[in-house]
């Protein structure tokens, strides 16, 4: 459920569920986890991280979520691994986010979005908390006032406001949403992995 692809030292991770609305289990979680560790070590300077069909993901399995998935510690492992990649990374959203799986997207250095995405994190009204990491990173991105919109407020917000708001970096029309990504990986790609690396963390 997890489609791996790599053209060179540009990784493509797509979440290949879409008959769930891209949904996450564990095991897809594992898989991506395991994925983002294989482009480390292969030298990668790029991965993008997208969905197929008209969701990005809704977040946890419903069902495994009832058995534990929600609390589950897999998703800021996954977080984490993204937002420690030493290469550049980017969430190329082809549709609607929410719950758990924004996390990857957070952690990602840069997200673009189809106009027709809406961004949601209902962990007030489903009574969990969000991922350790993911309100701080929220908060970066958006400022406290808006981040508890999302976070306390159950806000969903449409892709115009989210790119206003600084939650999204630009809006691509579906058709060139992938080309968009790719053409932001060109330079990475032709450098080497120090001077990526090395970029990255001045930015940190």
Known sequence: ?????????????TLDRPDKANSLTAEML????????????????ALVL???GRVFSAGADLEEARAGLATSGLWEALSGRIAAAPFLT???????????????????????AVPGAKFFYPVMKLGFLPQPSDPARLTALVG??????????GARIEAPEAL??????????P???MPDALALTQ??????????AAIKQMVR
Do not use: Y
């Not at 459920?1 to 991770?13: E, F, R």
């Not at 032709?190 to 001077?195: E, F, K, R, V």
């Open 90 to 112: 980017i969430a190329a959203l082809n549709g609607t986010l929410a719950g758990g799986a924004f996390g990857m997207a957070l952690a990602c250095d840069m997200r673009l």
């Open 187 to 196: 330079d990475v790609a032709a450098a080497t992995g120090q001077h990526v």
């Open 1 to 13: 459920m997890i489609d791996v692809q790599h053209a060179g030292s540009v990784w493509t991770l």
């Open 30 to 45: 594992l898989a991506l986890c395991e994925a983002v560790d294989a482009a480390s070590k292969a030298g990668a300077r």
């Open 144 to 153: 406290p006032a808006r981040a508890k919109m999302i976070l306390m407020a």
């Open 50 to 52: 997208t969905g197929r």
């Open 175 to 177: 058709g060139a949403l």
């Open 164 to 173: 206003s708001w600084g939650l999204v970096d630009r809006l691509c029309d």
